[in-house]
């Protein structure tokens, strides 16, 4: 079992940014990628960014430039921050990860981004 826990989420203004934060209960040397979903109202979940095991990273285009998704091993800790938000930007934003030679996926519970004036 990995248990993942986001936090960082909140209101902030168009332009504006904040950094997402996701804790993992065990190493995430052991996973195969760390990734950040976001589900908007009405919308399908989507991919947002990803880091894989070797440290490469991949961004939804919609994300690219702006979103940065990194990680400090020692504290378990996958981050994702977020500059020049936008309203559209707007979701739960979801942690996720699968260890090693496994299929299982896990998520965490999310946590609200909502950029508005």
């Known amino acids: 079992q990995v248990q993942l826990v986001e936090s960082g989420g909140g209101l902030v203004q168009p332009g504006g940014s904040l950094r997402l934060s996701c804790a993992a209960s065990?190493?995430?040397?052991?996973?195969?990628?760390m990734g950040w979903h976001r589900q908007g109202p009405g919308k399908e979940r989507e991919l947002v960014a990803i880091?894989?095991?070797?440290?490469?990273?991949n961004y939804a285009d919609s994300v690219k430039g702006r979103f940065t998704i990194s990680r400090d091993v020692a504290k378990n800790t996958v981050y994702l921050q977020m500059n020049s938000l936008k309203p559209e930007d707007t979701a739960v934003y979801y942690c996720?990860?699968?260890?090693?030679?496994?299929?299982?996926?896990?998520w965490g519970q999310g946590t609200q981004v909502t950029v508005s004036s």
């Open positions: 996720n990860t699968r260890p090693l030679f496994t299929l299982r996926e896990y």
């Open positions: 880091i894989t095991n070797g440290g490469s990273t």
């Open positions: 065990t190493s995430i040397n052991l996973m195969n990628h």
